[in-house]
């Protein structure tokens, strides 16, 4: 039966293929290297602008961007970093992803550490995000990450860094952006239930926090390995933090996962996208980890265009969640 014309539109109005709002990649390249500063081009560098040019035309509109925190903020967390190149060259792909229309995460990728301690002072951590937040306030189509990954932390220092981050931020005046919240143990998805419960006391005066989990699916959860532990790994790992999300009224973002080119690993992301889609209520999207100029054609998590592993072999399954 050939439906009328109306009702048509109406159904696949209120069917969409994915209800996502944000589907992505991690940019990383910036956050290479150990050398500080480092070298432009040898230690480090920064994405590359065609090629995030071609995932946004695919429907890809969240990037988030890791750097390295010392190669900013110079001889200290304090320091002001508006003046480096390191930033310079930053913002400049930042506005390049925000003026072409997508969202940029803006990822201090330091596992809550500078300089290899622990950062223990939350003065000096709301210092540091005044700085780096001020320069992006007005950009709407920022999001700012509190760090990446920490790990071998106090958990209540956790809490107070990243209450620190967001206080500072929205202090600047950055107050209609997202704030992304990680936890500690590696911000683990499969974890979270156990380990990051005391997170949910965080509080945003502009109530847009959103806390970013991490998933990876081979037996360890580091991502280290292309082989996956089964093909439902994906749904059985994040669903305890799902249900973590909804019986507290939050909301999440998986902002890492990967697998292997296998079909193993395809049927366990194709059921881990599908669970984010259909609990889209309390999941806003997913990254892959990781897209970048240096991720070269062997390495099996590489989302880069045109002949990245990960990107030849997940790019169409992905697209199918896209917002
Ligand atoms: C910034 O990028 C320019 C190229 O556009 C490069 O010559 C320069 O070395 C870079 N500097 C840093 C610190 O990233
Ligand atoms: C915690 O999360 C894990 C991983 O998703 C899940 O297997 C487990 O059932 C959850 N536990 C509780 C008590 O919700």
Not at 190 to 216: C, F, G, P, R
Not at 275 to 286: E, K, P
Not at 298 to 311: A, D, L, N, R, V
Request: proline share 4%; hydrophobic share 40%.
């Amino acid at each position: 039966m050939r439906l009328p014309l109306l009702l048509a539109a109406a159904a696949s109005a209120v069917a969409p293929a994915s209800a996502l709002q944000f589907l992505g990649v991690s940019e990383s390249v910036a956050e290479f290297g150990t050398a500080i500063p480092g070298t432009w081009g040898v230690d480090f560098y920064f994405p590359n602008e065609a090629t995030i040019s071609t995932l946004i035309s695919q429907g890809f509109n969240l990037f988030r961007v890791p750097f390295m925190m010392e190669r900013m903020a110079v001889g200290s967390i304090t320091a002001d970093i508006q003046s480096g190149a390191y930033f310079k060259n930053y913002s400049s792909i930042i506005n390049y992803i925000t003026n072409a229309g997508a969202y940029a995460v803006i990822d201090p990728h330091n596992y809550g550490r500078y300089d290899g301690n622990v950062i223990q002072s939350t003065s000096d951590f709301g210092t540091f995000w005044k700085n780096l937040a001020t320069p992006f306030k007005s950009n709407s189509k920022v999001i700012f990450d509190t760090n990446n990954e920490y790990h071998d932390m106090d958990q209540t220092l956790v809490l107070n860094l990243n209450q620190a981050a967001i206080n500072a931020i929205r202090g600047t005046g950055a107050t209609s952006q997202y704030i992304f919240a990680e936890g500690n143990f590696y911000t683990g998805a499969w974890t979270w239930n156990t380990t990051n419960t005391n997170l949910v006391a965080l509080t945003d005066s502009s109530n847009k926090l959103i806390y970013e989990m991490h998933q990876y699916l081979d037996s360890d959860g580091s991502g280290t390995s292309a082989t996956c532990v089964d093909s439902t790994i994906g749904v059985d790992r994040i669903i305890g933090a799902t249900e973590w999300l909804k019986a507290n009224g939050k909301k999440g973002v998986l902002g890492e996962f990967a697998g292997g080119p296998n079909s193993v690993c395809y049927s366990a992301i194709q059921g881990l996208l599908s669970h984010l889609s259909q609990n889209s209520d309390v999941w806003i999207g997913a990254s892959y980890w990781a897209a970048g100029p240096w991720w070269g054609t062997t390495t099996w998590s590489s989302f880069e265009p045109p002949s990245g592993i990960s990107y030849t072999y997940y790019d169409s399954l992905l697209t199918q969640y896209k917002p």
